[in-house]
Nanobody
């Protein structure tokens, strides 16, 4: 069983930065780790994903060039560095873990909710204009 706990959310002005952390209990070094977000009244959407080894990443077009996902397997922690924040980035941010699959071995990282096995409760990010 894997448990995920996010932290680092808060209120920031547009153009500012935040770094989110996701601490995992259990051994997640072989899992791809992703970040999703959900704004009020909207579906949960993909933000970023990183492979188990950390050598491959993928981002939603809306955050590409502004957000960076990384991981420290020794600490069982995944990070999301968010720069140049915009009001439309306001949402609850969730991290998620995906068991290693054949697709991942072939280089395909999951970007849909159905590809993930464990979820955190989320941390609120609010960007004021």
């Amino acid at each position: 069983q894997v448990q995920l706990v996010e932290s680092g959310g808060g209120l920031v002005q547009a153009g500012g930065s935040l770094r989110l952390s996701c601490a995992a209990s259990g051994r997640t070094f072989s899992y791809a780790m992703g970040w999703f977000r959900q704004a009020p009244g909207k579906e949960r959407e993909f933000v970023a994903v990183i492979s188990w080894s950390g050598d491959r990443t993928n981002y939603a077009d809306s955050v590409k060039g502004r957000f960076t996902i990384s991981r420290d397997n020794a600490k069982n922690t995944v990070y999301l560095q968010m720069n140049s924040l915009k009001p439309e980035d306001t949402a609850v941010y969730h991290c998620a873990a995906a068991r290693l699959t054949a697709a991942q071995v072939l280089g395909v990282l999951p970007s849909g909710r159905e590809g993930y096995d464990y979820w955190g409760q989320g941390t609120q990010v609010t960007v004021s204009s």
